[in-house]
C-alpha cells in the first residue's frame, strides 16, 4: 500500500506519467496524457550510472582546480613577495566570484541542459588553471592578475553544482537520484585528498606551476571525452533563441516564481541549505587551526586527511540508502528529512563533544563522524529542490548556493572574532550547532517532496479532453 500511495503522487496532473521505467506501466494511468514528451526522457540505468562517474571525475576534477591555489599559495607568496593580506586577497577573491554565477548557471542549465553549460565552464576554468602561472609570470603585477584570476575561476566554477542539480532533476528518476547526488557530491572529497598528496609531492619535486599545469590540462581532457563520447560531438552551443525558447518545464514567469517562494516548503530548502553551507564552510575553514591550536605536536596529515577518507563512502552510503528506502515504498519527504536528521543533527552531537577537553585520537574521531555525517545531506536538502521544483531546480539551487556561500564567509569572520574575543573553541562549536538545529528544526517543520513549481488548477483544467 505504501508503494501504492507513492508513486500514485508522481502521475499528478502537472506531470507527464513518471512511471515510464516500468514496464507495466507503459500505457500510463488514466488522465496521464502524453501531452509534453520532454518529461520522458530520464537515463536508463546503464546510461545513468554512466554519467555519475563521469561527473564524479567532473567534480573531483573541479576541486583539483580550485584547491590548486591554496596548496601553492605560500611558494607563490614567497616567490613574488605577497604578504599575508595579499595573500588572503587572492585566495578570497574566488569566493566572491562564485556567488555571482550561481543562479545565472541554473537558470541557463534549465533551459538548454546542465550538460552543455557543465562542459562549456570545464573547458573554460580547465584552460584558465592551465594558463595560471602564464599569467603571473608575464604580468608586472602578478598580485593583481592572480586576484582576477581567481576571481574569475569562482565566476566559472559557480555553474557547476545548479548545472548537476538541473541535470539530475531532467535525466535521473526520483527513486535514484540520491546516489546520483552523494556519489557527485563526493568528487569534492576525493579531489581534496588528490590535490592534497600529488600536488603536494608535484611542488615539492616540479615546482607549484606544475600543480595549475596538470589539474588544468587533465580538466580539459575530462571535458574533451564528455564532448566526445556522451555528448556524440554535438556542439555545446548556447545561443540568445535556445535561451528565450526553453522546454515547457523552463518557462516560469515572474509571477510563477514569487509563488514558488511563497511555498513554505521551497522557504525551507533555502533555509536549511543555507546553514548547511555555511556551517560546513566554517568547519571546513577552522579545523586545521583547531588541531593546530589544541594540539601543536600532531601530525598535520592525519586530521588533514582522515575526515576526508570517511567522508567518501559516507556519502556513498546516504546515497545508496535514500534511494532504497525511497524503492522500498517510503515516503520521499520521510526520506529527505531522515537524511537531514543524521546530516545536521547526529552531527552536531559530534560537534559538541568537541567543546570539551579530549584527547587527540577522540579529536580526529568526532572531526570524522561529523564530517561523514554531514555528507548525508546531499541525499537530504540537496535533492530535495528536484522534488519540489523540478522544471528550475537548477536556478533555485543557485538561490541556494548564493545564500551559504555568502553566509558562510560571514560565519568564518565571525567565528573568527569569537576566537580572538573568547579565546576558546567551545563558542565557535556552540554557534555552529546553533545555526545547524535552526536549519534542521525549519526542514522538519515545512520540508515536502510534492512539486510545487506548477499551477495545479491551470494544469488541470488544460489536460481536460473531450
Known amino acids: ?102 543562479v545565472f548557471g541554473g537558470y541557463v542549465s534549465d533551459r538548454v541542459g546542465g550538460e552543455k553549460v557543465l562542459l562549456l565552464s570545464a573547458a573554460a576554468w580547465g584552460s584558465m588553471t592551465a594558463f595560471t602561472p602564464i599569467l603571473a609570470h608575464f604580468c608586472s603585477q602578478p598580485i593583481f592578475s592572480m586576484t582576477l584570476a581567481r576571481f574569475l575561476m569562482g565566476l566559472l566554477q559557480g555553474v557547476h553544482y545548479p548545472s548537476l542539480a538541473s541535470l539530475c532533476s531532467q535525466k535521473v528518476v526520483e527513486s535514484e537520484r540520491g546516489f546520483l547526488m552523494s556519489t557527485v557530491g563526493s568528487g569534492s572529497y576525493l579531489g581534496t585528498l588528490v590535490i592534497g598528496g600529488a600536488g603536494s609531492l608535484m611542488l615539492d619535486l616540479y615546482g607549484w606551476q606544475s600543480v595549475f599545469y596538470v589539474s588544468g590540462l587533465l580538466s580539459l581532457l575530462w571535458a574533451y571525452c564528455m564532448w566526445k563520447y556522451l ?125 570539551r577537553k579530549t584527547t587527540f585520537p577522540w579529536a580526529v574521531t568526532f572531526v570524522s563522524a561529523t564530517m561523514g555525517l554531514t555528507t548525508f545531506s546531499h541525499s537530504g536538502v540537496s535533492v530535495n529542490v528536484q522534488d519540489l521544483a523540478p522544471s528550475c531546480a537548477g536556478a533555485l539551487f543557485g538561490v541556494m548556493n548564493t545564500c551559504g556561500a555568502f553566509l558562510g564567509v560571514l560565519l568564518v569572520y565571525f567565528s573568527g572574532y569569537l576566537i580572538e574575543s573568547t579565546g576558546s573553541w567551545t563558542s565557535v562549536f556552540a554557534l555552529i550547532t546553533t545555526v545547524n538545529l535552526l536549519g534542521l528544526c525549519t526542514f522538519l517543520a515545512f520540508a515536502d517532496a510534492r512539486r510545487v513549481d506548477i499551477d495545479y488548477s491551470k494544469v488541470r483544467h488544460h489536460n481536460i479532453q473531450i
Open 1 to 102: 500500500m505504501a508503494v501504492i500511495q507513492k508513486h500514485g503522487k508522481s502521475c499528478s496532473p502537472d506531470l507527464v506519467c513518471h512511471r515510464e521505467n516500468h514496464p507495466s506501466d507503459k500505457l500510463g494511468a488514466p488522465g496521464c496524457h502524453k501531452k509534453w514528451p520532454e518529461h520522458n526522457i530520464y537515463w536508463t540505468r546503464p546510461v545513468a550510472r554512466v554519467w555519475t562517474v563521469v561527473l564524479l571525475l567532473g567534480t573531483c576534477l573541479l576541486y583539483c582546480a580550485r584547491v590548486a591555489m591554496p596548496i601553492c599559495a605560500v611558494n607563490m607568496a614567497e616567490q613574488f613577495h605577497w604578504s599575508k593580506s595579499e595573500s588572503g586577497m587572492v585566495l578570497g577573491s574566488f569566493f566572491w566570484g562564485y556567488c555571482f554565477t550561481q
Open 231 to 355: 555528448l556524440k560531438g554535438e556542439g555545446p552551443i548556447i545561443t540568445l533563441e535556445s535561451l528565450g525558447s526553453g522546454g515547457p518545464q523552463s518557462k516560469l514567469s515572474k509571477r510563477h516564481w514569487l509563488r514558488l517562494l511563497k511555498q513554505p516548503a521551497v522557504c525551507a530548502v533555502i533555509v536549511t541549505h543555507l546553514c548547511t553551507a555555511s556551517t560546513f564552510f566554517t568547519l571546513l575553514s577552522w579545523l586545521p587551526t583547531y588541531f593546530k591550536d589544541t594540539f601543536p605536536d600532531a601530525k598535520g596529515w592525519v586530521f588533514n586527511v582522515v575526515p576526508w577518507l570517511v567522508a567518501i563512502p559516507s556519502s556513498l552510503f546516504s546515497g545508496c540508502l535514500s534511494d532504497h528506502l525511497i524503492r522500498q515504498g517510503f515516503d520521499t519527504a520521510s526520506v529527505r528529512k531522515l537524511m537531514q536528521f543524521f546530516s545536521m543533527g547526529v552531527s552536531s552531537v559530534f560537534t559538541l563533544l568537541l567543546c
